[in-house]
């Protein structure tokens, strides 16, 4: 771990309630593993794991107006939902305050929480991570899905979407177009490859 | 992450120094995501990796006398290296200290720095994680170690200990017989396999 993170730690403690930062650790190292296990870039996966909730806890009038004051779009979705803001502006202040200029990482917290089509290997780790770490037990099939992610991380990642998707439709909460965007590329994706192996 | 590990990690925090606590912390996450991939109970992984350094930071003579008083064998290369008692008296603190009473634990606590033969799942879990966590940067050839630990366990396990006994005998350093035992028992294993290979 290099001291430039363990600085940005410190930071991060300091604006996260005890659960959210006890979570973004287990983010962190989960994303380090995953990275050591694809051959990601280390450093980079453990920033943005150690980032990617860093706007969780402001409170959702303020990440309204950050955003606005900052020009960043807010969606009709996250209008309504503005806790979902927290990706977006999360990347800001991963640029803004912790001085991340590297876009690969910036992205990966921007979409950290719907995802997005045609995700990098650094977009899917973050992503994953967040959903595995070792503080999560609510999402159902996780000890399928956590041996999944170290196996093969595409068809986790789908795997997740799916669950994802159900999960949602059962509480009848609204979707989140990108969710349903990302959901359907990959779905788009899977029917495609499944296609050409039909075909050889 | 139950309850129970977030209270003795903050335990275990109030006897380390800093450095030590953030290698624990990235060792119990590290321990947990190869639980993860290999179908090992993720709460014993977290709990052994969050134990196994819990009396590192006891000074030496203070390790020699504890050892003496509760009837704790000291080899001879314990004798001479009272640093590697930090293993057995790690075992005994997590059952006195922290309640442990799982025997796997605390095996796999006391066996973390020279290995022993025919390890646990468990067991190769914790020394692996020790020696792979993301704070770790001396190692030799550490990216490859790292990703063979999350696809072949056993190739990643023979592979550490090669590399260790190269860099001990490159350091000249005294050799506890501890880890030569368990070296010769895996290169048995492996040089077995390799026959049984070669006849079929």
């Known amino acids: 771990m290099t001291e430039t993170i363990l600085k940005m ?42 980032l990617h909730d860093c706007a969780k806890c402001v409170p959702a009038d303020e990440k309204i107006k950050l955003c606005e004051k900052n020009h960043i779009e807010i969606s009709d979705a996250e209008n309504k939902n503005p806790g979902l803001l927290h990706a977006k502006l999360g990347a800001f202040f991963a640029w803004k305050k912790y001085g991340i200029e590297n876009e690969e990482i910036l992205r990966s917290i921007e979409s950290h929480t719907t995802g997005r089509p045609n995700m990098s290997l650094l977009d899917k780790i973050i992503y994953i991570a967040d959903y ?38 059962e509480k009848g909460a609204t979707l989140d177009p ?11 994706l899977k029917n495609s490859d499944s296609e050409k192996e039909d075909k050889n």
Chains 1, 2 share one sequence.
């Open 9 to 50: 730690q410190k930071k991060v403690k300091r604006y996260l309630d005890k659960d959210r930062y006890d979570h973004t650790i287990g983010v962190m190292h989960t994303a380090g593993c995953l990275a050591m296990r694809y051959g990601a870039n280390l450093e980079q996966a453990l920033t943005a794991g150690l």
């Open 178 to 188: 990108a969710t349903e965007e990302t959901f359907l590329y990959y779905k788009n």
């Open 132 to 169: 595995i770490e070792p503080g999560r037990d609510v999402a159902p099939n996780l000890p399928e899905v956590r041996a999944l992610a170290f196996v093969d991380i595409d068809a986790c990642l789908y795997r997740i979407l799916e669950d994802t998707l159900a999960y949602l439709a």
